[in-house]
Each structure stands twice: as C-alpha cells, then as structure tokens.
C-alpha cells in the first residue's frame, strides 16, 4: 500500500493561514505531504540544550490559552508549532517568520503541565533557523551593532551630552576590551 | 551602607533617563552605593540568534562585577532574567561553564563564579525591606491610585528566581508601592507580557499586547501605571503615544517607574525623578500629590 501522500495532522491551519483563508484556500497547506518530513530534525531538537523537554507534549493547549502574543495575533499558536517540530516538519518550522513572535514571557513554562519549556525550545529552533540561514532581518540588525558596539544600541555623542546634562556618568564601550569578547561570538554560521 | 555593581543594560541608559535617574536618587537616600563598570549586553537578545554566544556575554559581566568583588543589581527585569538563567547554566552545565571559561580566558578574564545578581526593586524589598523603606517616607502619597505590572522576567522563570515570588498573582512590587501610601489596585494579569520584545518583529502585534494593560489601567481608572523595567516603560509610555495615534484612541496614563513613585514618597522633585523624560505627561498626578509643584 506505501504510505499516503498526506497525512492528515492535527490542526495546523492557524499557524500556515488565518481562518478566513482556510474556508477559502484550496491549496490544502494544512495538510502535511510526507515528502515535507524530516526524520532527523527531531532527534536534533532533542540534543540541544533547551530541546531535550518538547516531546513530553500532550498538545493540551495551555501554551496556547496562555499566550499574550496569541491573544492579539491568531497565526502564532505554541501548541501547534510544537506539533510541527514533533511531526519533522523543519522546514516550514525554521522558515516561519511567526518563529519570531514569541515574546519569550515564559507564562506558558509556567503553566505547562509536562514542564515542556516552550521558550526554550523556540530558542532552540531560532538557533536553528540562524544556522540555516533563515534570520529575521530585525535580529540580523541588531547582531551587527552588537557584534560592533557590545550594545544594542549606539551610544552617540548626542546621548552622552543628554547624559552629561542630568548629571549622569559618560556611557561607552571599550572596543578593545570588547573586541577579545567578541572575537568568540557567533552570530549565525 | 551596602555596595552592587550596576548594571544598566542597553535600553535604559540610552531610552529609559528617566528610570536611570530616579534609581540613583533613590539608592543614594537608602545609602546603596552604585558602582558603575564597563558593563556590555546581558545576552538577552542574543539568545535567539546563538544561546552560547549570549551565554559569553552574559559572563564577561559576571567577570568584571566579580573582579571587583561585588554583586550586580539591574533595573532592567530582561537583564535580570538573562543574567540570572545563564548564571544558573554556568554553575549546573560543566560542559558550558569549561567553554565560557576558555573564552573569558582567551580575553584575558576569569570567572569563579561568586558574583549574584538581582534586580533593584527585589533588593529594596528583600534588603532594604517594606518597614525600613516607610521610614524613608515624608510625603504620604494616599488618594493616588495606581496598577502595577511586574515584566515578565522579573517573576519568571520562577525555578530560576528560586521562586521568591508567586509568578502567577506576585506581590512584591505591589507592597513596596503601598509603601508610599498610595493603593495598589488588585487587578489580574499584573505580569501579562508589554509586547517589547516583538516590537522590531511586528510592531502592530506588540502595540496591541501593550494596549491590553492600558485598557484594564483605563477601566479602573489608575492615576499611573507603575513598572520596573525599561522596556515595559516604553511599550506603556512612549507605546502610549503610537497606540492613540495607530488606534485613535486616548489614553493618557502617566506610566511611572517605581523608584519616581518612592522618590516623591521620599520628598524628592519631580525634576531629580526625570519627570520632564516621561512621554505621557503626569501633570494631574504631580498636582494630586499635594505640596508637590508641577
């Protein structure tokens, strides 16, 4: 018999369209074409620091109920990208851009009935997204000035002035002593 | 008299004076000394680009309080979050700890890790302690009625705070408010995220998350939202601002950070607070207090 082209998957829909395009997107991207699965991903996930919990879901949906970002923003769903990481489904995963919206509040680690740590997991999978090439821009900005500056912002003159003005001491970073910091630093692959 | 380390972080010295400033006068009434060292990043938002290099920059600054033998304190609760969880890394993952010591060694640094850190708002509570700072009190601030808001990683990850205080329904910043004589209203969701975190991701996602605590602050009609961090601070102030121009809708809720909440308490001007840097302007709270000029 082989395996069916698609399986059909627990409701992935929310985090691939919003429920308005669901009712009318024929193109079936909530269903998972098994060419898309990738045997290992999982066991990668599992070996890395922060991945080893997220196979002890249950796919309750505390996360879910919990989460502030879900709660203005229907696409992101935490228990679903659990069930897409579990499913090996890497590269819809690492290519998602709603990788990038948790706000890493760890309300959902609290709540967790099976101490998953899902903030630690998206960590895991936005490691992951880097090393593949994959980062958000806004995160690929914000390396650069830390890569340079030890900070993620500059501190200019103008600041320093503003500073100086309310009697605060001058900020600054010494590049050198920086720099033997950030030689180490690793910022993608 | 006792001595930390003072760790600003990035956002407040440069976006939050205001918090920076208030802090200073605060402390130095209490007789803590801040010392200030070439601190850089705490790692935070580096942890979702590489875990281990956010792990490095996390330690160089356990170094350097370290070398001159003090703890850290930070206003900042993503700092204190950060730098706590990495510090408890360091001193349960061997293989970790072996890696960041060969790097802080090719620097030049060394670590044996002594160095705690905590955030400000838990040292006056822990430290200074609720009775001790009502003596510093001179200006009952009673009639002001105001909501608090935690940060998220100022309560959590509770397993790595030692769980000082209830992440779900926390107190602590709610007692050191009524320190001051002003009523901390008793409103869920006190450590609800602000949204800061994906303002650079999705900026209309992260202003309607801050707009949820507005609506409840606005529904119970606070005088002032009182934080303890930076970035919750511009995602309420500043964020203010953008939501009433994105939305069109008013607000106009003076957002406090605690230490210009105590510092009134203790008597000091709203211009050493760094009133003039808060974006809402809290006119109508500072003429409430009585006796304190505008």
Known sequence: MGLPQFARATPLHNVILTREEFKTDKSRKDFVNVSEINETFCRQVLAKPGGERFRACFQCGTCTASCPVRAVEARYNPRVLVKMVELGLRDRVLKSDVLWLCSLCYQCEERCPEDVRFPELMTVLRNMAVDAGYIHPSFAKLAAVVAEQGRIYEVDDFINMRRKQLGLPIVSTDREEWGKISQSLRFGK | ?294
Do not use: W
């Open chain 2, 1 to 294: 008299m006792s001595r930390y380390a003072f760790f600003l972080g990035c956002t407040t010295p440069v976006r939050a004076m205001n918090y920076e400033l208030s802090t200073r006068r605060v402390a130095s009434k209490l007789d803590i000394e801040l010392v200030d060292l070439p601190f850089t990043c705490c790692g935070y938002p580096i942890e979702s680009i590489n875990r281990d290099s956010a792990m490095l920059m996390s330690m160089r600054n356990f170094a350097l309080a370290e070398s001159k033998g003090l703890d850290i304190v930070t206003v900042c609760s993503a700092c204190a979050g950060a730098l706590t969880r990495f510090s408890n890394a360091f001193q349960e993952d061997e293989s970790s700890r072996n890696r960041v010591l060969d790097q802080l060694k090719s620097a030049g640094l060394e670590y044996k890790g002594s160095a705690k850190v905590r955030h400000f708002a838990r040292i006056l509570y822990e430290d200074v302690g609720v009775a001790k700072l009502r003596e510093t009190v001179t200006k009952d601030l009673s009639g002001l009625k105001v909501l608090t808001h935690y940060g998220c990683h100022y309560v959590r990850p509770s397993d790595s705070y030692g769980e000082f205080d209830d992440p779900e329904v926390p107190h602590t910043v709610d007692d050191l408010v009524e320190v001051t004589g002003a009523e901390s209203l008793d409103i869920p969701q006190k450590s609800v995220c602000c949204g800061a975190p994906v303002l650079s991701v999705n900026k209309a996602v992260a202003l309607s998350m801050a707009e949820v605590k507005l609506q409840m602050a606005q529904a119970a009609k606070v005088d002032a939202l009182v934080v303890i961090c930076p970035f919750c601070g511009i995602s309420y102030d500043r964020g203010q601002l953008e939501i009433e121009a994105e939305f069109q809708r008013k607000y106009g809720i003076p957002v406090l950070y605690y230490p210009q909440l105590l510092g009134l308490a203790m008597g000091l001007s709203p211009r050493d607070l760094g009133f003039m840097m808060n974006s809402v302007k809290a006119q109508g709270l500072l003429e409430k207090v009585s006796g304190v000029k505008a």
